[in-house]
């Protein structure tokens, strides 16, 4: 199991930026691949970026492409997103997850609250 501590959340105006960070402790961070959700009010949980073991290998919601970088430091077992020219659609309690060896993500943190006012 993987214990995930996310970071850097809060309030910016449309057009700014964040910088989200997950710690992670447990399993070594650099065996498995890792994202960042997000859940907006009355809608469902959506993926926002991914990231491989080993970091050579990234995704994005096409909601997010462009504006949105996923990284890892595997040496400080962490990942981060950096988050530009936000909107307010991007409004969301913002997770940080972990996958086991078949990808599956099972280990989530419990979260930071990102909200772009316009």
């Known amino acids: 199991q993987v214990q995930l501590v996310e970071s850097g959340g809060g309030l910016v105006q449309a057009g700014g930026s964040l910088r989200l960070s997950c710690a992670a402790s447990?399993?070594?961070?650099?065996?498995?691949?890792m994202a960042w959700f997000r859940r907006a009010p009355g809608k469902e949980r959506e993926r926002v970026a991914r990231?491989?073991?080993?970091?050579?290998?990234?995704s994005y919601a096409d909601s997010v492409k462009g504006r949105f970088s996923i990284s890892r430091d595997n040496a400080k077992n962490s990942i981060v997103l950096q988050m530009n020219s936000l909107r307010p659609e991007d409004t969301a309690l913002y997770y940080c997850?972990?996958?086991?060896?078949?990808?599956?993500?099972?280990?989530w943190g419990q979260g930071t609250q990102v909200t772009v006012s316009s």
């Open positions: 990231i491989s073991a080993n970091g050579g290998f990234t």
């Open positions: 997850a972990a996958a086991d060896s078949s990808g599956v993500f099972v280990d």
């Open positions: 447990g399993r070594t961070s650099r065996n498995f691949a």
